[in-house]
């Protein structure tokens, strides 16, 4: 499956974005879903992940309550909503994927995931 995250942009501290990753060549509906991010010079991070299903969501204790990930099977289209966004919040973002079975777990290891989108860049100014 190929990934295409798109979304990413400019925005003031408070703001909100929307991050979209569709797919192609495989429906979505295979695989548990992950969003992770990268600042300059770091590693990449997880930031939030969906089952398969839809029904179980984990986040990273830093954009809980905050970030909202979600998917739409009649688009075949995994989201990431961002509210009350921070400057720390800059980064690259990426959408990842990884078949399974289950139509209840969450991955959260960034090792888990088997396709990963090209990434949006997210910028926060203050």
């Known amino acids: 499956v190929q990934l295409q995250a798109s979304g990413g942009g400019l925005v003031q501290a408070g703001g909100s974005l929307r991050l979209s990753c569709a797919a192609s060549?495989?429906?979505?509906?295979?695989?548990?879903m992950g969003w992770f991010r990268q600042a300059p010079g770091k590693v990449r991070e997880f930031v939030a992940a969906?089952?398969?299903?839809?029904?179980?969501?984990y986040y990273a204790d830093s954009v809980k309550g905050r970030f909202t990930i979600s998917r739409d099977s009649a688009k075949d289209t995994v989201y990431l909503q961002m509210n009350s966004l921070k400057p720390e919040d800059t980064a690259v973002y990426y959408c990842?994927?990884?078949?399974?079975?289950?139509?209840?777990?969450?991955?959260?290891?960034?090792?888990?995931?088997?396709?990963w989108g090209q990434g949006t860049q997210v910028t926060v100014s203050s």
């Open positions: 969906i089952s398969r299903s839809g029904v179980n969501t």
């Open positions: 060549g495989r429906t979505l509906s295979d695989y548990a």
């Open positions: 990842a994927a990884t078949r399974t079975y289950s139509d209840y777990g969450v991955r959260v290891p960034r090792s888990d995931y088997d396709y």
